[in-house]
């Protein structure tokens, strides 16, 4: 069975400084896809970032960049210029041939003015 | 496009009761999937919908259950609640039910069970 391991369950950044959030998983399988979603508050989950796994080329929108090492089943979020807007529980997920989205606990970021 | 819409916003039942939620997709999307979220356990799956047929069912018991209807909604429905199925109720509507196809989410449906 896949899983999603997010090691860090709270992380803290400056404003206008750059955090990365750590993200692993684990999966036999070759062609999956993997995500960031973003939940602040307001509960509504939205969709950060997606890479597919065939892609070697990392990911990147706007301020928010991944770090993608499909060997060591790695996905890493880097947000850059953070803003207080960014601060919200952050999910990395996993979704295979099953079709269903895993995710993994969250880690919950904070924005310091 | 409105995004897909979850309702209620907000329930509140007692121990034996049954609660049917409710999920209208972003229009054109075919497939409907469930997931419930609670401070311990996180976000699990719970089914999946694709041109009214189940697809995928997560692990949880035969008191969840869920439908499709022909213009895409989809309900879930819980009987004999339980103190745990206390949750938020999140719905994730997609154009397809491949892994390319993106989830987008509504914004769910808080249950407390008291």
């Known amino acids: 069975a896949q899983t999603v391991t997010q090691s860090q369950p709270e992380m803290s950044v400056q404003e206008a400084e750059t955090v990365t959030l750590s993200c692993t998983y684990d999966?036999?399988?070759?062609?999956?896809?993997l995500f960031w979603y973003k939940q602040p508050p307001s509960r509504q989950m939205i969709l950060v970032i997606r890479?597919?796994?065939?892609?070697?080329q990392n990911a990147t929108e706007n301020r928010f960049s991944v770090n993608f090492q499909k060997a060591a089943k790695s996905f890493s979020l880097k947000i850059s210029d953070s803003q207080l807007g960014d601060a919200a529980m952050y999910f990395c997920?996993?979704?295979?041939?099953?079709?269903?989205?895993?995710f993994g606990k969250g880690t919950k970021l904070s924005v310091k003015p | 496009k409105a995004g897909v819409t979850q309702t209620p916003r907000y329930l509140i039942k007692t121990r034996g009761q049954q609660v049917t939620l409710s999920c209208s997709p972003i229009?054109?999307?075919?497939?409907v999937s469930w997931y419930q979220q609670t401070p311990g356990q996180g976000l699990q799956f719970l089914f999946e919908?694709?041109?009214?047929?189940?697809?995928n069912k997560g692990n949880f018991p035969g008191r969840f259950s869920g439908r499709q209807f022909s213009n895409s909604r989809s309900e879930m429905n819980v009987s004999t609640l339980e103190l745990g199925d206390s949750a938020l109720y999140l719905c994730?509507?997609?154009?397809?039910?491949?892994?390319?196809?993106?989830?987008?989410f509504g914004a769910g449906t808080r249950l407390s069970v008291l």
């Open positions: 890479q597919e796994a065939y892609k070697q």
């Open positions: 999966t036999s399988e070759s062609d999956y896809y």
């Open positions: 994730a509507s997609s154009e397809g039910p491949n892994r390319e196809n993106i989830q987008y």
């Open positions: 229009s054109g999307h075919r497939s």
């Open positions: 919908y694709f041109s009214e047929t189940q697809r």
């Open positions: 997920a996993y979704r295979g041939s099953q079709g269903n989205l895993i």
